[in-house]
């Protein structure tokens, strides 16, 4: 099969109309022919600095590192304040450009030296802010939001940072990326199929993990467990919630032919209201435990009782939303809220507190009304992404603590119908489920081993992949396309992928 035409090679004839409109300098030094061995730079990393572009982005530093292999460090600041650090191999580039996705609320770079160390040239934004990750107080202002932070830390930061990437890197190598990829999970995977959706010619291959898509429901979806054990006036404790997972696995382990403590939720029934009365470390589980954990499962409802959102699937950690406290305090996620601090009521001194599920729900109206389209990222028309050869792989954990799958797994159903229906969406698109995996990684599952390399071979070789090969320690296992679950064969070893089969269900 011959792979589709490269966005990359097609960026070389697009530079030179690139050059006139950002006013890149000279891409080799004055006199020098530009003909460089493959991967071998054509310039100093410090005469990176000469570099100008007439829309005010200004190249701030440009270092070589002394380590092995040894990096070229850029850092540039695109108007009004995104910050952007390219890593450049020094030797043995591999002809590839990889832009590195953030998280959370992002507003730290970090230099995408790993991505070098592989052969990549790659770049990494703060998305436009400075500050923590988990705080969102960066957008509120006592005058009003600030639209322009607010885009910035959306869409436009990640755009630039792949447009000043690339332009950098032609300048140190003199010759364009033959293909481009973008790698993120979380916000760096919401960033990424933000990059298919509006700018589609950026990236020949995406790979989008735990994304935050749907962010203007999920993101007010993670307060909802707080908000059910405040008005029950019921905070579970930390012990009784590991107890009720004990309970779900042990209940619901087995469903795909091994007792692993690998739960998938689809396959997995189990009423909290069987465990009222019974002892665990922390006491008897009572009435009003089951009840909690019955909604937080649930996830936000409307007054009338009709569905918001998503809730925690059976089996996944409580910590991260419906943390509390040794006392017995509650011990919300920070990025929740301050997405109901600063972006909703607009306030610093709002106390979440105060937030109840009746509502609950004219906060989510506002948040979808206020901010769905210029975050909400979920877009499912591809069209444009698909018909220049781009290829995508999204994977998202069964077991996520912080992002909902359910969320994930609706986003690539509307695609799949936009798109013209399973057979053609695979094509270029394709979704994996991991059982038993937290947010990114972590859980009793299996993440995936290596899904990057899958996804250049898919692009470069045309070699779409049937499975990624999942790995925890020395158990693996294969991830399936969804809708496909993984069931052991049952014969050999039960850590060996080889003895597992994807099939549509897990009945017998």
Not at 258 to 270: E, K, M, N, S, Y
Not at 292 to 313: A, D, E, H, M
Not at 408 to 417: K, S, V
């Amino acid at each position: 099969m011959k792979p589709p035409r490269s966005r990359a090679r097609s960026w070389s004839a697009a530079l030179a109309g690139l050059a006139l409109t950002i006013g890149l300098t000279a891409l080799a030094p004055a006199g020098q022919a530009v003909s460089p061995a493959p991967g071998e730079p054509v310039r100093s990393c410090a005469g990176l600095t000469e570099l100008a572009f007439t829309d005010g982005t200004r190249v701030t530093s440009a270092e070589q590192t002394d380590g092995t292999p040894a990096i070229c460090r850029v850092r540039l600041t695109v108007p009004e304040s995104v910050n952007i650090a390219v890593s450049l191999p020094v030797n043995d580039w591999n002809g590839r450009f990889q832009g590195v996705g953030g998280g959370g609320y992002a507003g730290f770079l970090t230099p995408p030296d790993d991505a070098a160390k592989a052969g990549y040239a790659a770049a990494s934004t703060d998305t436009g802010h400075t500050g923590s990750p988990l705080s969102g107080a960066w957008a509120w202002s006592p005058t009003g939001m600030k639209q322009n932070l607010i885009t910035d830390f959306a869409r436009r930061s990640v755009h630039e940072m792949t447009v000043k990437g690339k332009a950098v890197t032609e300048a140190y190598y003199g010759q364009a990326p033959n293909h481009s990829y973008w790698n993120g999970c979380s916000t760096g995977g919401r960033q990424g199929l933000m990059e298919a959706q509006r700018h589609p010619g950026d990236y020949d291959g995406v790979l989008s993990a735990a994304p935050a898509i749907n962010w203007d429901r999920f993101i007010p979806s993670e307060l909802w467990p707080q908000i059910v054990m405040r008005e029950s006036g019921h905070v579970v404790s930390p012990c009784t919630f590991e107890a009720v997972n004990k309970a779900v696995v042990a209940a619901c382990d087995g469903e795909d032919g091994v007792t692993d403590g690998i739960v998938d939720p689809l396959a997995c029934r189990f009423d909290p209201s069987k465990l009222i009365g019974e002892e665990t470390a922390c006491g008897t589980i009572t009435a009003e435990d089951a009840a909690v954990v019955k909604k937080i499962w649930q996830g936000p409802r409307r007054r009338n009782g009709s569905f918001l959102w998503y809730g925690l699937t059976p089996g996944t950690s409580f910590a991260g939303l419906a943390g509390s406290t040794p006392t017995g305090e509650a011990a919300p996620f920070p990025i929740t809220t301050d997405w109901f601090t600063y972006w909703l009521a607009k306030d610093p001194d709002f106390d979440w507190r105060t937030v109840t599920t009746a509502d609950f729900a004219d906060y989510f109206a506002q948040s979808r009304a206020e901010y769905h389209d210029v975050i909400g990222t979920d877009d499912p028309d591809l069209g444009s992404f698909r018909d220049g050869g781009g290829k995508l792989i999204v994977w998202h954990g069964w077991a996520d603590q912080l992002i909902f799958p359910q969320g994930t797994i609706d986003y690539f159903g509307r695609l799949t119908a936009e798109m013209g229906g399973q057979a053609r969406t695979e094509r270029f698109a394709r979704l994996f489920m991991a059982p038993g995996v937290a947010h990114c990684a972590g859980g009793p599952g299996a993440a995936p081993a290596d899904p990057l390399a899958a996804l250049v071979k898919w692009v470069e070789e045309g070699e779409a992949p049937k499975t990624l090969l999942g790995r925890n320690g020395d158990l693996t296992r294969p991830l399936c396309r969804w809708p496909a679950v993984p069931r052991y064969t049952g014969g050999g070893s039960t850590d060996d992928a080889a003895n597992f089969r994807c099939t549509a269900t897990y009945g017998k």
